[in-house]
Nanobody
């Protein structure tokens, strides 16, 4: 499974961005997809996940501002009311429950600054 992430960029505080993640390869094996982020000097943290059954999970700091969604296996992260503390490299993630494999896409930089 390969994951292609896109959609990062520079945005002012209060603005919006939409990240996209397109999987390829054995996508039938994927059961859960999500987004993680990592800021300089910090550990990578979970931002949001969505399962095949459309169950979603968010880190507390983004609830009410970010929305994760899926279209077939393509996964999106709509980020509204962005804050400077949202600045990070965002990584797309996919998990196969059957195999236990975790897949990562390349990161996409999100910078929130005036």
């Amino acid at each position: 499974v390969q994951l292609q992430a896109s959609g990062g960029g520079l945005v002012q505080p209060g603005g919006s961005l939409r990240l996209s993640c397109a999987p390829s390869g054995n996508i039938a094996s994927i059961n859960s997809m999500g987004w993680y982020r990592q800021s300089p000097g910090k550990q990578r943290e979970l931002v949001a996940t969505i399962t095949d059954g459309a169950n979603t999970n968010y880190v507390e700091s983004v609830k009410g501002r970010f929305t994760i969604s899926r279209d077939n296996k393509n996964t999106y992260l709509q980020m509204n009311f962005l804050k400077p503390e949202d600045t990070a490299v965002y990584y797309c993630n996919a998990i196969s429950w059957n195999t236990g494999f975790t897949y990562w896409g390349q990161g996409t930089q999100v910078t929130v600054s005036s």
